[in-house]
């Protein structure tokens, strides 16, 4: 993103930069005020993660696309209290210290990125050994910028710790674990928020070797397995979807898919219903078999949204060890993140239906909505995919009929001859980004969704909604000029009632500059509590909360 400091009017008059230059951090505890009321069944951890700022400070070097902005993590501890409220604290850590050193010194950053905008000149010869320089060192987690999304005690990270040091009386959370859409695992101080090294999956597994992976794993609500997939480049695309226990810490391969008809797709998420892992592969591809991320030092540049090719479903039996049990097929889309699936008994006592939940986009526009240029409220691009069809997402879900109980569905060498998965249900009005659910109900059938909704206030989002699946019932929270994170679903225990409980989102008042952590009641909308900040914290991607007895 070139350097422009020609000052302009926040687009829509909603002001949303500070959200995305924060440059504080807080490495001690600092308590914030709360106004209204926490509720105590909020007590524990809310971690959140994402890019800080795009701008390297006494520098012209900036990045270009949000996927790519240093990453900052951020610790809320909200404390009960006699009273039935909650003390909220907060502190936050800067991840790439030495990676913003190195741009700062060299005005560029090495290696491959997610969307920033190369040098037009550069010679050939500077392209070719651009394709040539070294991976990241795992040596050094500050120049590592992997932080898309956090989990503490995530399954097979803790045998890493004999290798990173942990400080004396460290608390029940003994690990944290931040991922991107590579072959990386993160590791963090869950109290300190200090980078403690960087390791790959291929210490998980050794068949886990290719580049590529999913930033949203899968967890089973049960047993705390982990699950993921691996993604290998070569004459045909590989995935190897693979689980790993959290009681041994062991790594199975449960099924590898690849083929002629297998392409390399950007996939961010994927699903997980109580007896299958389900990857839909939809046609937003690397082109060259994968080849031109090299050439382009960058993952927006080397893809390709190809309409003419329909979206592939695998389903993968994750509790009987059969592997690849059925394959779909249907149009194209592109998507960012799934919501859930879970499976209906048929009544014939061998096969199942499984439904799943996503919200989907005609193209991939949306990733290059997502450059700085186009979001930042006073940038010169501000508002350039205003009221896009392209840009507006759905909220869809599929049927998948006939899986086998047992054995497989008849595969077929011909696409013509696979079944389709059947769109049974589809939202647009209250839809958004970053959907959530209460995770009580992973797995099981979903009525109530949330996420962040663009109403076409703002050149990013602009309130968080409440979307009801069976009466199409939309509730809406918002303030004018007040900017929304993710909203998380923290269940209150008081009942099975789906919308039992709280949402907790990171807003930004464009006025002042300031952010403050919002409660709201998930069942009306209504804020109950707000901990105020006293500067901005920047617009983050997802976050996790753990209860104070996890």
């Known amino acids: 993103m070139a350097q422009d400091d020609s000052p302009r009017a926040p687009f829509n008059n909603w002001p949303n930069d500070a959200g995305f230059e924060a440059d504080v951090e807080h490495r001690e505890l600092v308590e914030l005020p709360v106004i209204g009321s926490i ?72 290696g491959i990125t997610f969307g920033q905008k190369r040098d ?48 004396a009386g460290t608390t029940r959370l003994q690990s944290l674990t931040s991922l991107t859409d590579a072959n990386i695992l993160k590791h963090i101080d869950p109290e300190t928020l200090e980078p403690l090294g960087v390791t790959r999956q291929d210490s998980l597994h050794p068949n886990l070797k290719g580049p590529l992976s999913c930033a949203h794993a899968e967890f089973d609500a049960v047993s705390g397995d982990l699950y993921n997939y691996n993604l290998d480049l070569g004459v045909y695309a590989t995935y190897r979807v693979f689980r790993t226990s959290a009681t041994s810490g062991k790594t199975d391969i449960l099924a590898t898919i690849t083929g002629a008809a297998v392409k390399p797709a950007y996939l961010h998420s994927f699903f997980l219903s109580s007896d299958y892992v389900i990857l839909c592969i939809w046609p937003c591809i690397f082109s060259a078999t994968g080849a031109r991320i090299l050439w382009e030092r960058n993952i927006v540049d080397a893809l390709k949204f190809d309409s003419s090719l329909q979206a592939r479903w695998y389903v993968v039996d994750r509790r009987h060890d059969r592997g690849i049990v059925a394959t779909y097929l249907s149009p194209a889309f592109f998507s960012f993140h799934t919501i ?43 508002g350039k995919y205003y009221d896009s069809e392209a840009s507006k997402p759905s909220l869809v879900r599929y049927r998948l009929s006939g899986i ?38 992973s797995t099981i059938k979903t009525r109530y969704v949330y996420s962040v909704i663009d109403q076409g206030k703002s050149s990013f989002v602009d309130a968080i909604a409440k979307v009801d699946l069976e009466t199409r019932e939309v509730r809406v929270w918002g303030h004018e000029r007040h900017t929304p994170g993710e909203a998380i679903f923290v269940p209150d225990g008081s009942d099975e009632t789906e919308d039992a409980g709280y949402l907790l989102s990171v807003v930004l008042d464009g006025d002042t500059g300031r952010s403050y952590l919002v409660c709201l009641d998930a069942r009306d909308m209504k804020e109950v509590g707000r901990a105020d900040c006293a500067s901005a914290i920047a617009f983050g991607f997802h976050g996790s909360h753990y209860p104070a007895q996890y």
């Open 39 to 110: 509720p105590s069944h909020l007590a524990g951890t809310l971690y959140r993660t994402g890019p800080g700022t795009y701008k390297v400070a006494d520098s012209n070097y900036q990045l270009s696309h949000w996927f790519d902005g240093f990453t900052q993590l951020h610790r809320f501890q909200l404390v009960a209290q006699p009273t039935g409220s909650c003390k909220v604290f907060y502190s936050s850590r800067w991840q790439v210290d030495a990676l913003v050193e190195e741009a700062r010194k060299s005005g560029t950053l090495k």
């Open 120 to 167: 037009p000149c550069a010679s050939i010869f500077q392209k070719v050994k651009g394709i040539f320089l070294p991976a990241f060192d795992t040596k050094d987690p500050k120049l590592v910028n992997a932080g898309v999304t956090v989990h503490a005690n995530a399954p097979g990270m803790a045998h890493h710790l004999k290798d990173f040091t942990l400080p």
């Open 340 to 382: 859930n699936a879970w499976q209906v008994n048929n009544g014939d006592d061998t096969t199942d239906d499984i439904m799943c939940d996503i919200i989907q986009y005609p193209t991939d526009e949306r990733i290059q909505r997502a450059y700085y240029e186009n979001i930042v409220s006073t940038s010169q691009g501000a």
């Open 404 to 441: 086998p109980r047992a054995g497989r569905l008849k595969a077929s060498a011909r696409d013509s001859d696979l079944p389709g998965a059947e769109m049974i249900l589809k939202i647009n009005e209250g839809v958004g980004e970053l959907p959530t659910i209460n995770p009580k109900f």
